[in-house]
């Protein structure tokens, strides 16, 4: 009877305890496409996944993904116990305090991306003399502000937001992944940006194992055994896949492979006309959505977008921002007594005269009639008063004719700053809509400013 139930209990452990694989909780970065991404439903997918699945077939544990918001609430997930694995990581020493790394397992450049009209030097020590942006976060800001302390960078929440800060002139270079900045710019379709260079740095992914959980080190070392068992071929059909690049002669190495075949895929891969022209159609239709008709600036749809977002850089950066509100003096009088078409053309003029005289870094934009505003990025209150009052006198300098005659026209600003406890942009522009009430009531022609 005994030997009946020792038998009955080794073949229950045999198939139900074996079975049984202790179960790891891992995150990825969800923005990171193509080396690694979720999808809407949370599902990981990209290149890691596809390293992953290579390596599961030598791991004696099981593996879910854990969904986060960003890169950095991966981290947070990390650091709070709520994971036990960063399923790719660059090996640094600040991570290095909370994680122990397997080896590293995909290289991957840094590139420098501009727009296509940049006219620099693309040398990387004239580069960060520039108004830089990265994604707050990343191991890219690290070294570069460890190699060049006096860099200013303007930190970015995600791949998008970096790339659109250098597409819309808000930065002059963006420092990012080589594959997830060839993947954004062709995803997001910013067919002003390019590939200027890969740069000397390079994301060495590692797996990173939190250190204070049971096994860590033994868990390493499992991956590592799993990660020494993925074949050359095997590793490069990873790349192909993600890359589209056919590749030729298997004796490539990983990382050549990785920087010549993203920036292939960035510029060189030929397009079928159709979709070469529904690309052109999209990108018309994206600026005529956000683009005013008559002046060509941008429209209030981009100006209430841009805010969002620069608001929630602001608060993460703890910067200052300033708001512009414009309305040129007595407009339907001047409209009434000369024409519209007159009228349109002040409003054009108009509009040039700010283009001109504004920074770079400003967003100019109409936002309904004879009123205009701007985003002073990085600026305060009393800083703002003196440029919009370099503006105001700009406005003042136009003369436009009509049978002749020379027309002279007059703006009045309302200044307001951004506060970042419990305030919003609507809040921001009611301000400067009651500063602009103050400077039309005190006389016009004149800028006036609220706390």
Known sequence: MNKVFLLFFCASFVIYGAGNKD???????????????????????????DYLNLMKRNLPFDLDVLESKSWTDSKNKIKSGDADILLATSVTKSRGKY?????????????????????????????????????NGYSTAKKLSKSYPEIEIVYASSIAECLLLVSNGRADVAFLNLAVASYGIRQNLFTNLKILKATKYKHN?????????????YIVSQFNKAISKITKEEELNILEKWIALKVQNSGIDKETLMYGGAFFLAFFIPMLWYSFKLRKLNHKLNILATTDVLTGVNNRRFIIDTADMEITRVIRNRHKFSFLMFDIDKFK??????????????LIAFCRAIEKTKRKSDVFGRIGGEEFCLLALDTDLDNACVFADKLREAVEEITLYSDKKPIKMTVSIGVSVFKYEQDSFDALMARADQALYVAKESGRNRVEKTE
């Open 23 to 49: 179960k790891y909780l891992y995150v990825v970065n969800p923005d990171g496409n193509p080396y690694e991404y979720l999808s809407d439903k949370g599902i990981h997918s990209g290149m890691t996944r």
């Open 99 to 135: 994680l122990n790394f397997s080896d590293v397992y995909l290289t991957i450049h840094t590139a420098a991306i501009t727009k296509k009209d940049f006219k620099g030097s693309s040398e990387l020590d004239d580069l960060v003399k520039l108004r830089v942006t990265t994604i």
């Open 205 to 217: 992914l590692a797996i990173g194992v939190r250190k204070n959980i049971d096994n860590s080190e």
């Open 333 to 346: 009088n001047f409209n009434d007594t000369y024409g519209h078409a007159i009228g349109d053309k002040a």
